[in-house]
């Protein structure tokens, strides 16, 4: 079926409304972006409102997607989810901005009769939850997080769990590792929790041309590299210190980091750039920043290595590391093993631990052939399960089940 804007779309078409707190162009902000740009736009109209401008909405325009701000004050958009222990409780004066904000929310939802309103991010969850039900509009979560206690503050886990459930929401969750940590009872309603609805990645604007198969294993300057906001969870400090390893077997190889800090970790990337000088790296690890060719740079890398301590939620880089065709080194918590295949399409590590992490490199470094094999069979799985066209299918599939009720 023919996806995009058609000439004459008539404007009977169901309005899905989209809602997310952040315009950064980061992971849950870039799956809604690759969701907004697959839906069927004969069928749905999308809309999205975001409660910041930023690199999203830029992006989200040049597309044509319809996008409205409504700006959110900073006091409770900027408030850090790791920062809403019980002490830092919301404010009475914080308490007053979101009864405001959910009020004007509900009118826009209202004014832009929309038809289904799609959260993509916990606060957006939260306000869109409030101001939908104000609405009476069908709400969908989509949880892009691990709701649990090593990983968000312990009220915020049981509000977001007795929220879900109070204000009847339909959640998707990225992963099955994410569905779990809602604790969504075994009666719930099939149709009101969706697990393991993975992130889509684009197969098309990927290179066609795979690995280099000549430099793997060879003696010429080879990357292995990470890609990921620079942040103390996603263990650059971990790859750093595997890195020093091979490094010490392999003194030709490089190292890549890429990505920067985002939500404010700049004492963080500090402290590793020093550990990566301590450890004689200088020379061989390259710190690329934020870049917006991620497709290139794995194209060319010959390993891709995920380092995060905890459980990550889900982990689409990985994916698009496979779709590049790259054997992968990921450490094993969360979503990860529901994408990588243990010696199929890359190895797993267990979680802070530089040892084992530096041994699977390097033996992918010395078993080239099946690192090439699993980089092929990552690619296939990558098309085959992780498509953007397959998640927006089957996504548009449950706002057709919302509209029927
Ligand atoms: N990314 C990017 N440029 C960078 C670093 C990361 O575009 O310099 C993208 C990366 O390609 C991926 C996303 O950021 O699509 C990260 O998503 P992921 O789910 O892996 O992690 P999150 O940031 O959501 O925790």
Redesign the pocket.
């Known amino acids: 079926m023919k996806r995009g804007i058609a000439a004459q779309v008539p404007e009977t078409r169901p309005t899905i409304l989209f809602l997310d707190h952040s315009a950064q162009?980061?992971?849950?902000e870039?799956?809604l972006f690759n969701l907004v740009t697959h839906l069927n736009q004969e069928k749905w109209k999308p809309l999205v409102v975001l409660f910041e401008d930023g690199p999203l909405r830029t992006k989200l325009i040049e597309a044509g997607i319809d996008t409205k701000l409504l700006l959110l004050d900073p006091r409770v958009s900027k408030k850090r989810k790791d920062a809403l222990g019980a002490k830092s409780a919301v404010r009475l004066r914080e308490l007053r901005v979101i009864c405001r904000f959910c009020s004007r929310l509900a009118r826009l939802m209202r004014r832009e009769k929309a038809a289904v309103v799609h959260c993509n991010s916990l606060k957006a969850d939260i306000l869109g939850g409030i101001a939908g039900k104000m609405a009476r509009l069908p709400v969908i979560w989509h949880v892009?997080d691990r709701i649990a206690d090593d990983y968000l503050p312990r009220p915020v886990v049981f509000g977001f769990r007795w929220a879900a459930r109070l204000l009847g929401v339909t959640v998707i969750a990225v992963s099955n590792a994410v569905g779990k940590t809602l604790h969504f009872p075994q009666t719930t309603e099939p149709s009101r929790f969706k697990k393991a609805f993975y992130?889509g990645?684009n197969g098309v604007v990927v290179h066609d041309g795979l690995s280099s198969p000549e430099v793997l294993g060879g003696e010429t300057t080879a990357t292995i590299g990470m890609?990921?906001?620079i942040s103390l969870w996603?263990g650059q400090h971990i790859f750093i210190e595997a890195a020093a390893r091979v490094h010490q077997r392999f003194p030709h190889y490089h190292f890549q980091i890429?990505?920067?800090t985002?939500f404010g970790e700049e004492e963080y990337e500090k402290q590793i750039r020093a550990q990566a000088v301590q450890l004689g790296l200088e020379n061989v690890l390259e710190w690329?920043?934020?870049?917006?060719d991620?497709d290139q740079l794995l194209h060319q890398m010959e390993i891709f290595v995920?380092a995060s301590t905890t459980g990550?939620?889900?982990?689409?880089?990985?994916v698009?590391a496979m779709l590049a065709g790259k054997p992968v080194v990921a450490t094993n918590g969360g979503g990860v093993p529901e994408i990588v295949q243990e010696g199929q399409t890359g190895l797993l590590v267990p979680m802070n631990d530089a040892q084992s992490m530096a041994a699977a490199i390097i033996w992918l470094i010395e078993n080239p052939e099946i690192g090439r094999q699993m980089g092929q069979a990552g690619r296939a799985r990558a098309l085959e399960h992780f498509s953007i066209q397959k998640t927006a299918g089957k996504i548009e599939g449950i706002y057709s089940q919302l509209l029927q009720r």
């Open positions: 162009w980061s992971g849950g870039i799956a892009r992130n990645v890609v990921g906001r996603k890429i990505g920067s985002l690329t920043g934020f870049r917006s991620i995920h990550e939620p889900f982990g689409q880089v990985i698009e």
